[in-house]
């Protein structure tokens, strides 16, 4: 199993370009996260998706989207990329045979916005 | 605001030294869980206290939880070099919500 994945690993945007993000579980669980890391800090939620078909705003949702395309995958779009926007994003996944939600990682992604 | 704050925010010792860190939060929780960071990778979870437990063994590692003073700590013994990384505490909150809410985490340094 190679878990959760994302893509790309690094990208970096002009002020004002979109992208979108891409993350991949194999792992059949229900609920996903998307996660920013700015240097030195904790992780803070973007927005989550308990199941298939629905999504939730995070602490941090401003700037972004999200869209659960099927329980697989679970993507993060910015629209117009900001500087502030510069981060590492992780996505996360946990199901219900998880024991009290651990969460599972993908490696992340390295964004810079000039 | 982040609901768990780490304390200390960096930590170093000597490889067979103990390290504890510390972490504190605000509100009711379902469990509190620690995640390792090794640089530039994602996060591994380490170990998860279930709000009525007060402790909790895991090979090297053992935590503490104090509900009443919202508090936990995360001892590992006998450290070595490869323990070197960042370790984040995360708190399931009481909302119904499955989301964790991380720390700004300790920086953990193992010198050789």
């Known amino acids: 199993n190679a878990g959760v994945t994302q893509t790309p690993k690094f990208q970096v945007l002009k002020t004002g370009q979109s992208m979108t993000l891409q993350c991949a579980q194999d792992?059949?669980?229900?609920?996903m996260y998307w996660y920013r890391q700015d240097p030195g800090m904790g992780l803070r939620l973007i927005y989550y998706?308990?199941?298939?078909?629905?999504?939730d705003k995070g602490e941090v949702p401003n700037g972004y989207n999200v869209s659960r395309l099927n329980k697989r995958e679970f993507s993060l779009r910015l629209e117009s990329a900001a500087p502030s926007q510069t981060s590492v994003y992780f996505c996360?996944?946990?199901?219900?045979?998880?024991?009290?939600?651990?969460?599972?990682f993908g490696p992340g992604t390295r964004l810079t916005v000039l | 605001s982040q609901q768990g704050e780490e304390d200390p925010q960096a930590l170093s010792i000597q490889e067979g030294e103990n390290a504890t860190m510390n972490c504190s939060y605000k509100?009711?929780?379902?469990?509190l869980q620690w995640y390792r960071q090794n640089s530039g990778r994602g996060l591994v979870h380490l170990i998860l206290?279930?709000?009525?437990?007060r402790e909790k063994h895991s090979g090297r590692l053992r935590v503490t939880l104090d509900t009443s003073k919202k508090s936990s700590s995360l001892l590992i013994t006998a450290s070595r070099a490869a323990d070197t990384a960042s370790y984040f505490c995360?708190?399931?909150?009481?909302?119904?919500?499955?989301?964790?809410?991380f720390g700004s985490g300790t920086r953990l340094q193992v010198q050789p």
């Open positions: 509100t009711s929780i379902n469990n």
């Open positions: 792992m059949n669980h229900n609920s």
């Open positions: 998706s308990a199941s298939e078909g629905t999504t």
């Open positions: 996360a996944s946990s199901g219900d045979g998880t024991t009290y939600n651990e969460q599972f």
């Open positions: 206290i279930r709000s009525n437990e």
């Open positions: 995360a708190t399931d909150q009481n909302t119904g919500r499955r989301a964790l809410t």
